[in-house]
């Protein structure tokens, strides 16, 4: 039987010298990246263009394609089924993001294209979000748990949550030194997390910044709810023992009243 030894420390640095002297060998030895297949999805009925613009992780594709008018419709893709997502009166909508349950986020004019605004789609049914300033606003990411990012057209960046929405510049802790909020339109329907974290960039220090904002936890009422609720059962039950005491008093001196009479 033959015997097999392995390569001593030096056999292997020399080697390694080799391999490195090769050029491209390096590269060809280690693993490579994947092909990819390539799946068409097709344009919707009676159109020619269309574009993705965000994924969720079952596959599902959202874009938006140009109408033969010359407009735009937002679209879901099921495979390679597209389920155009249509507009809310206007004659353009396009879909930004989608999240897991399938809710598509983005944005379409208004009848009479008279202002473009933030919608959210479930199915094909759409729920407009309306500007905080009544000027339009674009949404530009939604989370799983239905949380919807975006900008309105006056007061910046916005958070829709709970089916309020908010000026996120007037919810950053005291102090943060971050001004004129936005969010980057081209996040891909990413720019809020499942941890509720938003990526945007604002003014700091006169210099156009990147930022993270990562919510805070609310503090719960309860507490406080308790401690003034234990205060006014505790005054309530003090004032009602300072009646009865009264009340006993009271009439102590009445049968001392009448003892008093009747023994003259």
Known sequence: MKLVSHPGPFARV?????????????????????????????????????????INASGQVVGYSITTGG??????????????????????????????????????????????????????????????????????????????????????????TGGTMYALENLLVPGSGVTSLSIAPIGNGNNVNDLGQISAYGTYEGNTVAVLLTPQAVPEPTSGLLLLSGAALLGLRRRRGAERDDCERASRNAIARRTHAADG
């Open 14 to 54: 020399l080697f390694t010298f080799i391999l490195a002297a090769i050029p491209g060998l390096p590269n060809r030895v280690q693993a490579q990246a994947p092909q990819y297949t390539v799946t068409v999805l097709g344009n919707p009925g009676g159109t020619t263009v269309s574009y993705a613009t965000g």
């Open 71 to 160: 407009g735009e419709d937002a679209v879901v893709w099921n495979g390679t089924t597209p389920t155009v997502l249509g507009t809310v009166g206007g004659t353009s909508s396009k879909a930004i993001g989608i999240n897991a349950s399938g809710q598509v986020a983005g944005y379409s004019y208004t009848a009479g294209n008279a202002v473009q605004e933030a919608v959210v789609w479930n199915g094909t049914t759409p729920t407009v979000l309306n500007s905080l300033s009544g000027s339009g606003s674009n949404a530009f990411g939604i989370n799983d748990s239905g949380q919807v990012v975006g900008n309105d057209a006056v007061d910046g960046a916005f958070v829709y």
